[in-house]
């Protein structure tokens, strides 16, 4: 059995919805702790480890972690002194929004340039923001940073499934994703509803990241609080296809969003059709519980392939795989 002793000390980079989870998640574990946290405001550090209840109780206030006693600073550049500091960090979670799609490929960059060298995962759901992370592989195997992209739930634990589920087959045909995601209210999880709008027919990324709030609410309004989204540009389709699974045409994502209710309005599912050897057509499908949110299917499977990356460097591996090339590991 693998053990990371001592703890791998984390980042968690961004304090909203999933940033908050990430902590949650990360509190009881023995083999990670959390020593660094940024919102768009302000960063909080310690190499010894951050007192979570104080950085959430902070979050719950909408005040920053800058203001964190002791350990806080509010600062125009979080993340400039996040990396300024990054000696002390082994592992970071990029819980940033992603609009536009570059910021945080741009943000990658700026780490590899700045000297940070250990294990980087993020939550990365569109095709094009993935092929951009793809593109930095060369830069990232420089730097010797292991990074895996797409390690959220879709991207990541589905997409892992799929790939699981496709060894029983000599041909893929089809991976289609379905999600439901309930949540009680759309401020808690402000960047992926706006980018989860990105997706709906009439709109773009552009589009959604130019909307206020207001907008938001409004586009809400009229949909009863769900976004029913179907066909979406979602980087399972590229993350499979560079593992050599199946054609990025054959793979479809969509899904339901309710942003008035914390209960799952359907079943999250991953179906994936194929040939066996014997010529016999069958369908592996994947069902999550519906009693897990989507914040720990995102941050168990990001935590998990975050200790997977740190296996990974030991053996001296560098640069961008995802969430279909790795096993995620499970931490304690
Ligand atoms: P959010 O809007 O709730 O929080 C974003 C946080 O980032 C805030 O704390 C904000 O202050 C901080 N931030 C913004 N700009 C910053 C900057 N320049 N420097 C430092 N901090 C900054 O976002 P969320 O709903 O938690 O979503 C985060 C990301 O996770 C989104 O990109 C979303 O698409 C992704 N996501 C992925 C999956 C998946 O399964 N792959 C599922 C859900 C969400």
Same mark, same amino acid.
């Given at each position: 059995?693998?053990?990371?002793?001592?703890?791998?000390?984390?980042?968690?980079?961004? !304090?909203?919805? *999933?940033?908050?989870?990430?902590?949650?998640?990360?509190?009881?574990?023995? &083999?990670?702790?959390?020593?660094?946290?940024?919102?768009?405001?302000?960063? !909080?550090?310690?190499?010894?480890?951050?007192?979570?209840?104080?950085?959430?109780?902070?979050?719950?206030?909408?005040?920053?972690?800058? +203001?964190?006693?002791?350990?806080?600073?509010?600062?125009?550049?979080?993340?400039?002194?996040?990396?300024?500091?990054?000696?002390?960090?082994?592992?970071?979670? *990029? =819980?940033?929004? $992603?609009?536009? $799609?570059?910021?945080?490929?741009?943000?990658?960059?700026?780490?590899?340039?700045?000297?940070?060298?250990?294990?980087?995962?993020?939550?990365?759901?569109?095709?094009?923001?993935?092929?951009?992370?793809?593109?930095?592989?060369?830069?990232?195997?420089?730097?010797?940073?292991?990074?895996?992209?797409? =390690?959220? =739930?879709?991207?990541?634990? *589905?997409?892992?499934?799929?790939?699981?589920?496709?060894? @029983?087959?000599?041909?893929?045909?089809?991976?289609?994703?379905?999600?439901?995601?309930?949540?009680?209210?759309?401020?808690?999880?402000?960047?992926?509803?706006?980018?989860?709008?990105?997706?709906?027919?009439?709109?773009?990324? &552009?589009? !959604?990241?130019?909307?206020?709030?207001?907008?938001?609410?409004?586009?809400? &309004?009229?949909?009863?609080?769900?976004?029913?989204?179907?066909?979406?540009?979602?980087?399972?389709?590229?993350?499979? &296809?560079?593992?050599?699974?199946?054609?990025?045409?054959?793979? +479809?994502?969509?899904?339901?969003?309710?942003?008035?209710?914390?209960?799952?309005?359907? #079943?999250?599912?991953?179906?994936?059709?194929?040939?066996?050897?014997?010529?016999?057509?069958? +369908?592996?499908?994947?069902?999550?519980?519906?009693?897990? @949110?989507?914040?720990?299917?995102?941050?168990?499977?990001?935590?998990?392939?975050?200790?997977?990356?740190?296996?990974?460097? #030991?053996?001296?591996?560098?640069?961008?795989?995802?969430?279909? $090339?790795?096993?995620?590991?499970?931490?304690?």
């Amino acid at each position: 059995m693998i053990r990371l002793s001592p703890p791998l000390r984390v980042a968690v980079l961004g !304090a909203g919805g *999933l940033g908050q989870a990430a902590m949650r998640v990360l509190a009881p574990k023995e &083999e990670m702790k959390l020593v660094a946290v940024a919102d768009s405001r302000g960063f !909080a550090m310690d190499p010894e480890g951050l007192d979570t209840e104080t950085i959430l109780d902070l979050c719950a206030k909408r005040a920053s972690v800058g +203001t964190a006693p002791g350990v806080g600073q509010l600062v125009d550049d979080p993340l400039g002194a996040i990396l300024e500091r990054s000696e002390a960090i082994d592992g970071i979670f *990029l =819980a940033l929004p $992603n609009l536009p $799609n570059e910021f945080i490929p741009q943000t990658v960059e700026r780490f590899a340039r700045g000297g940070f060298r250990g294990v980087m995962v993020d939550a990365l759901k569109r095709t094009a923001a993935v092929e951009l992370m793809f593109e930095l592989d060369p830069l990232l195997r420089q730097a010797q940073i292991t990074y895996i992209v797409g =390690a959220g =739930a879709t991207p990541g634990l *589905l997409t892992a499934a799929a790939n699981l589920a496709a060894q @029983s087959y000599q041909t893929v045909e089809s991976v289609e994703i379905y999600f439901g995601v309930g949540i009680s209210n759309w401020e808690a999880y402000r960047a992926t509803i706006r980018e989860d709008i990105a997706h709906l027919p009439g709109f773009d990324v &552009e589009k !959604a990241r130019k909307m206020t709030d207001e907008e938001i609410e409004a586009e809400l &309004e009229r949909r009863n609080g769900i976004l029913e989204l179907v066909n979406m540009e979602h980087a399972d389709d590229v993350i499979l &296809e560079r593992a050599g699974v199946v054609d990025r045409d054959r793979v +479809t994502v969509g899904g339901i969003v309710d942003t008035r209710s914390p209960k799952k309005p359907v #079943s999250t599912t991953m179906r994936l059709t194929g040939v066996t050897f014997e010529g016999k057509r069958s +369908t592996h499908t994947f069902t999550l519980g519906d009693e897990t @949110s989507m914040a720990a299917n995102v941050c168990g499977p990001v935590f998990g392939y975050m200790k997977a990356g740190w296996w990974l460097r #030991s053996l001296g591996a560098y640069g961008v795989l995802s969430s279909a $090339n790795v096993m995620p590991q499970f931490v304690r």
